[in-house]
């Protein structure tokens, strides 16, 4: 019976009860997690084209805002008038409305970050006294509070 041991050029030893060691450390429950996010990283830094970098860039930061799960309990102090923007609660949700266009659900990604849409971004102040809305282009905006002030945390 033929009998074939694989050697690591490397160390030396076989694999049998070692297995092959990954590039990146990383629990079972967060391989795929890190390898997206390493993915994405190296993907930004190879990319030559100003619109895929911004991209790339704005995929990453949403990706690691989503992914810290730091996302408040209380999303209230949130709501409020902003201008001609407004954000309400309705049934343990935030939504954001423009004056005269259509409520949009706000997804939370962290105590002061909501995501609008694939490329809308709000950024609260600690107090929630504005928001910052980043465009993935690169645009920001700031809307200050215009109704009464809202309780800080």
Known sequence: ?????????????????????????????????VAYEVALQQLHAQATDEANRKRLAWELRVYQL??????????????????????????GALYYQREGSTRRLLEPLSNHHFLLDKQTLLEYSPDYQSFRIHQMHGTVVTAERTDVTANVN
């Open 1 to 33: 019976i033929p009998f074939v041991e694989v050697v690591s050029p490397v160390t030396g030893k076989g694999y049998q009860q070692t297995g092959v060691l990954p590039d990146i450390a990383a629990t079972p429950a967060k391989a795929l997690d």
């Open 66 to 91: 989503r992914t810290q799960k730091n996302v408040p309990d209380n999303l209230q102090p949130y709501a409020g008038q902003f201008g001609v923007r407004s954000v309400v609660y309705i049934d």
